[in-house]
């Protein structure tokens, strides 16, 4: 084997190095395929798992409960914009809404009132 190894020019300590090197090779494309398929078999035991949860009484009725949740968040804060709403009219104070309003009317008024001036000075 010396001999041949020689017939083409490489030195024992060359072809070892190469030998060693194809070999690393060959792990390292090992070692990246058996990761892959990890991550591939985790997946799809993760997404199992979250279908198989989402089929769980509990989870079913968690949901129900936040549905529940949020429509009685909104009829509370319906109810209680109204319930200012009304306090706010029995003592004749102007709700936000209302000032939005006034303010974005006295907008447009004063746009015209400033048209009508420059049109009559010109």
Known sequence: MAQKSRSNGQNPLESA??????????????????????EKRIERGRRQLVADVRKTPAYKRARTLRKDADKLRKD????????????????????????????RRLRTLNKKLTDIEKSASA
């Open 17 to 38: 190095a190469d030998s060693l090197e194809k070999e690393l090779t060959r792990i390292q494309k090992q070692i990246q395929k058996g990761r892959r398929d990890l």
């Open 76 to 103: 509370a804060e319906k109810q209680l914009e109204s319930g200012v709403d009304n306090v706010l009219a029995m003592f004749n104070i102007a709700s936000k809404r209302d000032l939005t309003k006034i303010d």
